[in-house]
């Protein structure tokens, strides 16, 4: 069974950088898309990033769009968010995910794989 463990998060300044870190183990990571989601406090959980499962391609929700970049290496079963500039409303707690298929997708319901969550304050 695949399992997926986030770790980085942590209480920050506004202007702070952070960078969040998945590892994936117990199945594949290589063959599937990829994503990161949050959840703020009071809010819905949303699509941060997300990206293909070779070729980089990658997508931004708007609010993130040049502060936040997500990466991927398939040889170590691992995936990064590195957030810049970090914002007040940044924060939440962030998940990784991993899609049910190869193909990128924004759709949450595409995501069969979930970690823990990860804490991230960002104080203004």
């Known amino acids: 069974q695949v399992q997926l463990n986030e770790f980085g998060g942590g209480l920050v300044q506004a202007g702070g950088s952070l960078r969040l870190s998945c590892i994936v183990s117990?199945?594949?990571?290589?063959?599937?898309?990829m994503g990161w989601f949050r959840q703020g406090p009071g809010k819905e959980r949303e699509l941060v990033a997300t990206?293909?499962?070779?070729?980089?391609?990658?997508y931004y929700t708007d609010s993130v769009k040049g502060r936040f970049i997500i990466s991927r290496d398939n040889g170590e079963n691992m995936l990064y968010l590195q957030m810049n500039r970090l914002k007040p409303e940044d924060t939440a707690v962030y998940y990784c995910?991993?899609?049910?298929?190869?193909?990128?997708?924004?759709?949450?319901?595409?995501?069969?794989?979930w970690g823990q969550g990860t804490q991230v304050t960002v104080s203004s």
């Open positions: 995910a991993r899609a049910s298929g190869w193909v990128q997708t924004i759709n949450q319901k595409d995501y069969d794989s």
């Open positions: 117990g199945g594949t990571f290589a063959p599937a898309a």
């Open positions: 990206i293909s499962r070779s070729d980089g391609n990658t």
